[in-house]
C-alpha cells in the first residue's frame, strides 16, 4: 500500500500576486481595473464579516475584501459582471479587452488565479453575503443555513453536489447567524 504524505498544494502569497500584477501594469501601461460592481459585491461581503469565517466557521484571519487579489479574483471569476463565459472566460475571452489579463496569461502567470483556497473562498464569501444581506440580528423563525444556501443555489441552477464552496458557504451562513443570534425554525 503506498502512503501519500505529501499534496501538491500550489499557494500564492498576496506579495507574489501584487508583483505580478505590478508588473503587468508596468510592462502594458494599462490600469489594474475591477468592475465596480465587482468591487462593491466584495466590500458588501468585508461589511457583513463574511470573510473572517474559515471553512469552519471559526473566526479567524480574515481575508481583504478590498485587497487587489480578492478583488481581482472575484473580477475573473465573473462576479458583478457578465464580461466571461464561464470559469476559463478570463483568459478566452478577457486577453481581448483586459491588457493585464492578457500579460498575465501570456507571461504565464495564469497560475496565479488557480490558488483554490482564495478562490473557494472569494466564491463563498460572495455567496454567504448575499444570503444574508437581507437578514438583521435578532431576526427570528429564519431557515437554517443550509436551506437558505440550497434555495440560492437552486435559484441560479448550480449543482451543490461534492461542491466544496456550497459546504463553505452553508458554514460561513450558519457561522453568521450564530453570532448575529438569528433563530432558526
Not at 14 to 38: D, I, N, W, Y
Not at 55 to 79: E, H, P
Request: proline letters at 3%.
Amino acid at each position: 500500500m503506498i502512503k501519500l504524505t505529501h499534496l501538491l498544494t500550489e499557494i500564492v502569497t498576496v506579495s507574489e500576486f501584487e508583483k505580478a500584477m505590478k508588473q503587468a501594469k508596468k510592462e502594458t501601461g494599462a490600469p489594474l481595473k475591477v468592475p465596480s460592481k465587482t468591487v462593491s459585491l466584495c466590500k458588501d461581503a468585508g461589511k457583513l464579516g463574511i470573510n473572517k469565517y474559515d471553512y469552519k466557521g471559526k473566526k479567524g484571519k480574515k481575508r481583504d475584501t478590498n485587497g487587489l487579489m480578492y478583488q481581482y479574483y472575484a473580477y475573473v471569476q465573473g462576479w458583478g459582471h457578465t464580461k466571461f463565459k464561464g470559469p476559463a472566460g478570463w483568459f478566452l475571452d478577457g486577453i481581448d479587452f483586459d491588457d493585464i489579463l492578457k500579460w498575465m496569461y501570456e507571461h504565464g502567470y495564469h497560475k496565479m488565479f488557480d490558488y483554490s483556497y482564495m478562490r473557494w473562498h472569494v466564491t463563498s464569501d460572495l455567496q454567504a453575503a448575499q444570503i444574508v444581506a437581507n437578514l438583521s440580528p435578532g431576526d427570528k423563525d429564519v431557515e437554517p443555513a443550509y436551506y437558505l444556501a440550497k434555495d440560492y443555489y437552486n435559484s441560479f441552477g448550480a449543482n451543490r453536489d461534492r461542491n466544496v464552496v456550497f459546504d463553505y458557504c452553508v458554514t460561513k451562513v450558519e457561522a453568521w447567524m450564530r453570532d448575529n443570534k438569528i433563530e432558526t425554525l
